[in-house]
């Protein structure tokens, strides 16, 4: 399931299991920007649980919730609709959108990545047009 067709509720409670990796309902709770019932976050774990996004393992008599998928995946599912949906399926419109993004300036060695992640990938894209 797309982490978009999960309710605003269920996605507040993914994020924080993508940020921390595992966490109790309790430390879930401690972690919400709303304020939510301990009852009303393990309901939703289970909701989440049967819909096959997150896993539980107990501990010490207290279940351990993490994402059921790999971070990875869903940040690329997640980056493939921000893509799409928001900037017309363009990769530099893309990142223009988030060099835009004014609230932090890239360090020397930040923009030397940049530049270095773009050429690797330009030599990677060469490589396959010549087979």
């Given amino acids: ?7 605003p509720r269920e996605r507040e409670i993914m994020d924080v299991l993508l940020i921390k990796g595992e966490a109790t309902a309790k430390e879930i709770q401690d972690s919400l920007k709303t304020p939510l019932a301990n009852a009303t976050i393990r ?3 289970r909701i989440l649980e049967r819909k096959g996004e997150v896993r539980h393992r107990e501990e010490e008599r ?13 940040a690329r599912a997640a980056m493939q609709r921000l893509v799409r949906v928001f900037y017309e399926d363009s990769i530099t419109q893309t990142v223009h959108g988030l060099l835009q993004l004014g609230n932090r300036k890239l360090s020397d060695r930040e923009w030397d990545e940049l530049s270095d992640l773009v050429e690797e990938a330009k030599r990677r894209q060469q490589g396959k047009g010549r087979s």
Avoid at 66 to 71: E, K, T, Y
Wanted: charged share 25%.
């Fill in 43 to 45: 309901t939703t774990l």
């Fill in 62 to 74: 207290r279940f351990v919730y993490r994402p059921a998928r790999a971070r990875q995946k869903l």
């Fill in 1 to 7: 399931m797309a982490h978009d067709q999960l309710s």
